[in-house]
Each structure stands twice: as structure tokens, then as C-alpha cells.
């Protein structure tokens, strides 16, 4: 148990659906990520977040949309997804975004998009 | 963008077996981190390096900031079932604004 929990840990859903992945961290941090693990490839970040604000775009397709509504919740929209986008999502969080800051990952939610 | 080369890619070993593994850039970070993941599960730290040449042990487990700031090596001794898993290396070159570059993991599996 590291602190960081995310919602569902499984979803599956059409291209034509709108969906929301939950992210919730219980460790008093300040900074949140978003991060794509596709088969064979190695961790992706999406987005950062330091105090509910965006700081890091890591050139993601607006079918993906982030909102970080306070310092503990992070959520991460999904629409009119393609099936590339099947993948694990992870949350990180850590205590700012200074160096030598640690972040901690969630467990995931596995996306399957049909 | 950086990218680091994580090797072996898979280990087949014997429980007990000693276990390494390493990472290497092209360009310098200022941290690196060891992370663990089991299937279904995000990854989990195992160590992180702060300080170029810093060795550090958490258990069985040993890592090493290289020199160069260009690598950092990950021994496992003694291995044990519950070792089996992906390990991956991270780096950080500056904030945590810039994220963490992985590597592609080296899957430990134990043979009985």
C-alpha cells in the first residue's frame, strides 16, 4: 500500500465512450502524474501537476483531459479513444516537484479500448 | 528525448542465485530510482540514489549511483521466490516537472 489509490482498476469501453480514471493520494503531497504503460514499451509520463496546477503537457492527444481539482484528487477524462490507447495508467504522486522528490505509483487501471 | 538502456531485458535464474542488473544513458541525471512491479500492480520503490558513486542497500537489495552519472547497477543476492517480478530504473534529470525516464525493465524470473 503506497499512499496513492486509483479508480476503476479495470475499465473497458468503446471508442465512442466518455469515461473518467480516478486518482486519490493520501500522503499530504503536492505534485500528481499521470503516466501510460503500454506493452513493450517503458513508462510514459502524460502530465504533471504541482498545486492543482497543469505544469507538464507531455504532448498528449486531447482525447485525454486531466483535471486535478485539489491537492489530493486527480482525475484523467477519457473520450472518443482509439484502440492504441489500451494501456496501464498509472498515478504518481510526491511531496513537491523539486528534485529528489520521490514519487509514488498507484496500482493502475488497465484501459482495454474496443 | 533521453532514453535509458535497461539490460539484461529477462533473467532465468536459480533461487538463491545472485542477480544483477544496470542502466545506462547517454545523457546525466541527478536521481535514480530502482522500482519493482508486480502484474496488475504500479511499480513500487525499491531504491532511490541521490548522489553520484552513492551505494545503497535496503536488505538484499544494493544499488549504485555511477560515477559518470550516466548508469546505476541493481544487484539482488540471495533471491528468493517473491523476487520474481519486473524491475525498472528510473532517472531524473532535473524536477519532478520533467518526470521520470524509465527504463524498459528486466523481467526476474526464478526457476525451483
Known amino acids: 500500500e503506497t499512499g496513492v489509490t486509483q479508480t476503476p482498476r479495470h475499465l473497458v469501453m468503446g471508442m465512442t465512450n466518455k469515461k473518467s480514471l480516478k486518482c486519490e493520494q493520501h500522503?499530504?503531497?503536492?505534485?500528481m502524474y499521470w503516466y501510460k504503460q503500454s506493452a513493450k514499451k517503458p513508462l510514459e509520463l502524460m502530465f504533471v501537476?504541482?498545486?492543482?496546477?497543469?505544469?507538464e503537457n507531455n504532448s498528449v492527444p486531447s482525447r485525454f483531459s486531466p483535471e486535478c481539482p485539489n491537492s489530493s484528487h486527480l482525475f484523467l477524462h477519457l473520450h472518443t479513444l482509439q484502440p492504441e490507447d489500451s494501456a496501464l495508467y498509472l498515478c504518481?504522486?510526491?511531496?513537491?516537484?523539486?528534485?529528489?522528490?520521490?514519487?509514488?505509483f498507484g496500482p493502475g487501471t488497465r484501459l482495454t479500448v474496443l | 528525448g533521453q532514453q535509458l538502456n535497461q539490460s539484461p531485458q529477462s533473467m532465468f535464474i536459480q533461487e538463491g542465485e545472485d542477480v544483477s542488473m544496470n542502466c545506462t544513458s547517454s545523457?546525466?541525471?541527478?536521481?535514480w530510482l530502482w522500482y519493482k512491479q508486480d502484474p496488475g500492480e504500479g511499480p513500487v520503490l525499491l531504491i532511490a540514489l541521490y548522489k553520484a558513486g552513492e551505494l545503497t542497500s535496503n536488505g538484499r537489495l544494493t544499488a549504485q549511483f555511477g560515477i559518470t552519472r550516466k548508469d546505476s547497477f541493481l544487484n539482488i543476492s540471495a533471491s528468493i521466490p517473491s523476487d520474481v517480478g519486473i524491475y525498472f530504473c528510473?532517472?531524473?534529470?532535473?524536477?519532478?516537472?520533467?518526470?521520470?525516464?524509465f527504463g524498459k525493465g528486466t523481467h526476474l524470473i526464478i526457476q525451483p
Open positions: 500522503l499530504g503531497h503536492n505534485a
Open positions: 501537476y504541482s498545486l492543482e496546477e497543469r505544469v
Open positions: 528510473a532517472g531524473q534529470a532535473g524536477g519532478g516537472a520533467d518526470g521520470l525516464t
Open positions: 545523457s546525466i541525471f541527478n536521481t
Open positions: 504518481a504522486s510526491s511531496q513537491t516537484t523539486r528534485p529528489g522528490d520521490t514519487q509514488y
